[in-house]
C-alpha cells in the first residue's frame, strides 16, 4: 500500500503506511491510558508532535504579551574590523607616515573605536600583510592620505607593496 493524501482537519496531509509497534507505556502515560497500558503506537506520538506544533505557532503568534519594550526588529550586522572613512578627523590616535626604508611608527597601540591617519609618500604603495593578522581595507595608493577605525582588539599587519617594510596596528 503506497502513499494516500488524507485531509485531517482541513490540513491536508500524506499518510504513509507505518508499522504498529508496541512502545513502553511509561514515555506517553496519556496513549497508554487510552489504548490500555503496553500498547503505544507510532501515530500516537505523530498526534502528541501536532499538539506541540500548534501549540508553538500558538505561541509565536501571541507576539511579546503586550510588553511596552518592543522586538528587536533590527537585522544582526556583522561587526566591520577595520572600517575606511570618508574623511579624516580632527583628532586620530596616532599618524602612520613613511620614509624611505621604513614606516613611521614602524608599530602603533590604540584601543579599540579609535582612528588611525595613514599619509603615505608618492614613493609607497601600503597593502595589507596577510602573513599576520589584517584586514583588506588596509589599502592605500601612492601619495594618499586615509583614515581608518579600529572597532575589534588585534594585532592589523601591513606593508610596502614596493619595498616590504612591514608595520602594525594593536587595537586593545
Known sequence: MGPRLVFDDAYPLIRLPV????YDASRTLSAASRRGAG????CDSLASMRVAWVAIIFA???GNGGSSTPADTAPDTPIIP????????????GT???SSVAFIPMNTTIRAGDD???MITS?????????????????IGRGETKCFRF?????YGFLCQVHGFTGTITVQ
Open 82 to 93: 577595520v572600517e575606511l572613512l570618508d574623511r579624516c578627523p580632527d583628532f586620530v590616535a
Open 96 to 98: 602612520v607616515t613613511d
Open 19 to 22: 508499522e504498529r509497534r508496541a
Open 116 to 118: 588611525v591617519k595613514f
Open 151 to 155: 572597532h575589534q582588539p588585534g594585532t
Open 39 to 42: 500498547h503505544v503506537t507510532r
Open 123 to 139: 614613493e609607497h604603495i601600503v597593502i595589507p600583510n596577510t602573513l599576520v593578522m589584517t584586514d583588506p581595507a588596509l589599502n
Open 60 to 62: 509565536a503568534a501571541c
